[in-house]
């Protein structure tokens, strides 16, 4: 299963973002959904995940800027992105868990292609 993850682009420093990410042909109910994200030069790392009961768990750097959110009926995670730093600019990847676990990471079953942010200083 490719999941697609959209929504990126350029912002200056302070703005706003959504990101998508959707499971063509696929139910996200009952997966858990994380967002990862990579800059350049630099490792894979967690920013925000739902749980199958719309738990949010999120990444210390991100807390009280992200929300993540889920719409079942729409196939959809959503990532709102608020006032943005140029250190969030980076590729951003969505990933699932088909039976709901929320040990975000690279275990996640399925996994789309990133959608790139730039934030601008």
């Known amino acids: 299963v490719q999941l697609q993850a959209s929504g990126g682009g350029l912002v200056q420093a302070g703005g706003s973002l959504r990101l998508s990410c959707a499971a063509p042909?696929?139910?996200?109910?009952?997966?858990?959904v994380g967002w990862f994200r990579q800059a350049p030069g630099k490792e894979r790392e967690f920013v925000a995940g739902i749980r199958r009961n719309s738990s949010p768990d999120y990444a210390d750097s991100v807390k009280g800027r992200f929300t993540i959110s889920r719409d079942d009926a729409k196939n959809t995670v959503y990532l709102q992105m608020n006032s943005l730093k140029p250190e969030d600019t980076a590729d951003y990847y969505c990933?699932?868990?088909?039976?709901?676990?929320?040990?975000?990471?690279?275990?996640?079953?399925?996994w789309g292609k990133g959608t790139l942010v730039t934030v601008s200083s």
């Open positions: 990933a699932a868990d088909r039976y709901g676990r929320h040990n975000y990471g690279p275990a996640m079953d399925y």
């Open positions: 042909g696929r139910t996200f109910n009952g997966y858990a």
